[in-house]
């Protein structure tokens, strides 16, 4: 499919223009417009369920990890806009029966756990496919921006989605934001439908069954760029997440009460909502390899001056900069991952970096609480900075992924 492209967009991928290279692509556009509206509802549920009944994140959390192999296999062996599809149907008929059931007073725990699991379920399923779905409706050369535009709408959800929400909350109720959200996962529904995309082949794919699991795994060991990448991404965010530590700060080390620590916690979604702004314009950077290391060795600069730091002003510089590291670090990732990998493989190795990206922030937070409790918050954010950093330096010794040049050392792959 890329070399159908490939010829019409070489000079409209790779120039720096005001609008994103992806957007120059109709299906992209459909399917980047749903997905922002569906991320948006996805968050102002959320909310709106955690004020019914408190934290449901174990809920989630659960199925998300337990799935994700699961949701990689289907993405394979199914056609991706049609898994989505029935994914997004779940994902609006729970939020109507939400809306249904406050509305008659007649919201309980159990539905509420029940509701959030199933979300939890059906979004785990989906995300392998949607990322998968992404090379499919653009040419290489503007992956990079579409990669880049799609990581923009996970920001910009968490961003703007429980501003809404409270807004909703304060003059309506949970039934309204339930309804929202119903709403917007039927826009993406309907964009989902317009897109013309061709399906993808067929090709090596064994349906869902351990032996086509095996034959995910069997692939990835001979990609060692691709594994590299996954470590790196575990390895930065396990040692650099700080996010635990932001309470600390804000109350015993910046003092700048509850005001101070939201700012805190939005201060890395918004560098990492610029710096994906910024990839979505850009042309992909040659040496690919070369500018993950460094971004990734930005993350945890930026962690351990963060760390130090006793001015408010500078620690929501070195956060927003963190952030912004992370995602261009990201970013290349997932385009790499994306160009190594044939389409009938690309459901089951986005389902084990998700696995990796998830495991890495969450084992971090605990990894980060613990050793504050042993020593100090300083010192928790200050060595996970610079186990970022070392784990920069284990990956960049291997030459094959230091020196790695999209441009290159790839030839479009397809399915």
């Known amino acids: 499919m890329w070399e159908q492209r490939?010829?019409?967009?070489?000079?409209?991928?790779?120039?720096v223009g005001l609008v994103p290279a992806a957007l120059r692509y109709r299906d992209f556009r459909l399917f980047w417009g749903g997905v922002v509206l569906s991320g948006l509802g996805s968050q102002v549920t959320t909310v709106a369920m955690a004020c019914q009944i408190g934290l449901l994140g174990l809920v989630r959390a659960v199925p998300q990890i337990a799935l994700a192999l699961l949701g990689g296999l289907m993405a394979d062996a199914m056609e991706r806009r049609r898994l989505m599809m029935g994914t997004q149907i779940v994902q609006l008929l729970v939020p109507v029966a939400l809306a249904g059931v406050t509305l008659a007073h007649?919201?309980?725990?159990?539905?509420?756990?029940?509701?959030?699991?199933?979300?939890?379920?059906?979004?785990?399923?989906?995300?392998?496919?949607?990322?998968?779905l992404v090379p499919n409706l653009v040419p290489r050369a503007a992956l990079?921006?579409?990669?880049?535009?799609?990581?923009?709408?996970?920001?910009?959800?968490?961003?703007?989605?429980?501003?809404?929400?409270?807004?909703?909350?304060?003059?309506?109720g949970p039934a309204?934001?339930?309804?929202?959200?119903?709403?917007?996962?039927?826009?993406?529904?309907i964009a989902l439908g317009l897109m013309?995309?061709?399906?993808?082949?067929?090709?090596?794919?064994?349906?869902?069954?351990?032996?086509?699991l095996r034959d995910g795994m069997v692939f990835l060991a001979t990609q060692p760029v691709i594994v590299a990448f996954m470590v790196l991404d575990f390895g930065a965010t396990f040692f650099g997440s700080s996010r635990a530590l932001l309470p600390v700060y804000a109350r015993d080390l910046l003092h700048v009460g509850p005001a101070g620590l939201g700012?805190?916690?939005?201060?890395?979604?918004?560098?990492?909502?610029?710096?994906?702004?910024?990839?979505?314009?850009?042309?992909?950077?040659?040496?690919?390899?070369?500018?993950?290391?460094?971004?990734?060795?930005?993350?945890?600069?930026?962690?351990?001056?963060f760390a130090v730091s006793t001015a408010f002003w500078l620690s929501l510089l070195m956060l927003a900069g963190a952030g912004a590291g992370n995602m261009?670090?990201?970013?290349?990732?997932?385009?790499?991952?994306?160009?190594?990998?044939?389409?009938?493989?690309?459901?089951?190795?986005?389902?084990?970096?998700s696995i990796f990206t998830m495991g890495g922030p969450q084992l971090g937070q605990f990894e980060s609480g613990v050793v504050a409790a042993l020593w100090s918050p300083e010192a928790s954010a200050l060595t996970g900075g610079l186990?970022?950093?070392?784990?920069?330096?284990?990956?960049?010794?291997?030459?094959?992924?230091?020196?790695f040049r999209l441009a290159d050392d790839v030839t479009p792959r397809t399915g």
């Open 176 to 189: 309204w934001c339930y309804t929202l959200n119903a709403g917007v996962c039927l826009t993406l529904l």
């Open 6 to 15: 490939e010829t019409m967009a070489e000079h409209a991928g790779e120039a």
């Open 387 to 403: 186990g970022a950093l070392l784990v920069v330096w284990g990956v960049a010794v291997v030459p094959k992924v230091r020196r």
């Open 263 to 305: 700012m805190l916690y939005a201060a890395s979604a918004v560098g990492a909502l610029l710096a994906a702004t910024a990839m979505g314009l850009a042309p992909t950077p040659r040496r690919s390899g070369h500018w993950v290391l460094v971004a990734v060795a930005v993350y945890g600069v930026c962690t351990m001056v």
């Open 196 to 212: 013309r995309i061709t399906p993808q082949g067929s090709n090596g794919r064994g349906g869902v069954s351990l032996q086509a």
């Open 106 to 132: 007649a919201v309980a725990p159990s539905s509420l756990y029940v509701a959030s699991a199933l979300l939890a379920l059906a979004g785990t399923l989906e995300t392998p496919a949607r990322q998968a």
């Open 144 to 172: 990079t921006s579409a990669i880049a535009l799609h990581s923009a709408q996970r920001g910009l959800s968490e961003i703007l989605g429980p501003t809404l929400a409270g807004l909703l909350l304060v003059v309506t």
């Open 328 to 353: 261009v670090g990201g970013v290349l990732r997932n385009t790499i991952n994306q160009v190594l990998t044939p389409d009938h493989f690309r459901g089951r190795v986005a389902a084990v970096n």
